[in-house]
């Protein structure tokens, strides 16, 4: 595997279920982000970890948990999800701290909560 | 909050046209970034600009970063199929963190 990858590629999930979101990077980067993405909607920034440490929430709902073990792996749990949520979820990894930044998008999780 | 607006929302074009979509904030980068999304997939980076009034060249895309780093615009020439995709510009402020907008559909119609 190269870059970043994300599984489920989609997920269709209840109001009341509880599922989690996978990410892996494979480029040694030191920094992850999770990023929802809606339709006509500029890219928000949900979580950004920085050698393993949440540097940044966003104001997200507590019904979305990040968890990151390690440098590589960054999970996004969901609980008692609303329609609304309904969205792209991308993963992103960078360097930083040595100049101009430049984060690398895995392919995305399609959610649909019922 | 540096708000960034991309303009058109949407454009479709023949194959062999030129194209032009835009980046526009009243705010000041440090660096401004261009990704593109295909269907099914997460942006890929196409190019950074940095200096005031840079231009960058790849292939049949031109990028312009404005004279007061505010602004910038993305131009095809004898536009693809192949480029078809969503179209995201991203200002960087100056602890290097990204603010993208919303971003233009673009579809190039063999």
């Known amino acids: 595997e190269t870059g970043v990858t994300q599984t489920p590629r989609h997920l269709v999930m209840g109001m009341t279920n509880k599922k989690s979101l996978k990410c892996e990077q494979h480029?040694?980067?030191?920094?992850m982000y999770w990023y929802k993405q809606s339709a006509k909607k500029p890219l928000e920034l949900m979580f950004v970890?920085?050698?393993?440490?949440?540097?940044e929430n966003n104001s997200v709902p507590s019904r979305f948990s990040p968890e990151c073990p390690n440098s590589s792996h960054l999970f996004l749990h969901l609980h008692t999800l609303q329609p609304e949520d309904s969205a792209l979820y991308l993963c992103?990894?960078?360097?930083?701290?040595?100049?101009?930044?430049?984060?690398?998008f895995g392919p995305g999780t399609r959610l649909l909560v019922l | 909050t540096q708000l960034l607006e991309q303009s058109p929302q949407f454009l479709s074009i023949q194959e062999g046209e030129n194209l032009t979509v835009y980046c526009n904030s009243s705010?000041?980068?440090?660096?401004l970034q261009w990704y593109r999304q295909e269907p099914g997939e997460g942006p890929v980076l196409l190019v950074t600009?940095?200096?005031?009034?840079e231009v960058k060249k790849l292939k049949r895309l031109t990028f312009q970063f404005g004279d007061a780093r505010k602004d910038s615009s993305l131009h095809i020439t004898a536009a693809q199929p192949g480029d078809t995709g969503l179209y995201l510009c991203?200002?960087?402020?100056?602890?290097?963190?990204?603010?993208f907008g919303a971003g233009t559909q673009v579809v190039v119609t063999p």
């Open positions: 992103a990894s960078s360097q930083v701290g040595q100049g101009l930044e430049t984060q690398y």
């Open positions: 480029l040694g980067h030191n920094a």
């Open positions: 970890y920085n050698f393993k440490e949440q540097t």
């Open positions: 705010s000041v980068f440090s660096s």
């Open positions: 600009v940095v200096t005031g009034g």
């Open positions: 991203a200002g960087a402020d100056s602890w290097g963190k990204l603010q």
